[in-house]
């Protein structure tokens, strides 16, 4: 279930005692469950296909419907979310930094 670019299935959360923000799931299968990422990393060399894997570590705030958060299924679409929000952020710091 990858996410295509122009959609956001999700929405920030604040959690009172923490710095950093959570992520809620607002739509298909996985809606509802709120959590945040841990440590993020990219692997020391490529795959056999010529890209550098990226691995990250999740923790589940809440999980309303009892889903497979372990999933490959679960794990490749917050996946793709981390990969817009690193997206973004790098843009937004290319604008900051004057650059485009």
Known sequence: MSL???EVDY???ERPDKEYASI???SGPYSDIIYHYGNVA???EENENGHL???FD???DKNFKDAD????EFINHIGDILVVLLDEQMKEKRELDGKN
């Not at 958060?69 to 490959?72: A, E, G, P, V």
């Open 11 to 13: 929405v920030f959360v």
């Open 69 to 72: 958060t372990d999933s490959q």
């Open 4 to 6: 295509p670019k122009h």
């Open 42 to 44: 990219f692997a020391k």
């Open 24 to 26: 809620k799931l607002t």
């Open 58 to 60: 999740y923790y589940i």
């Open 53 to 55: 894997p990226m691995k």
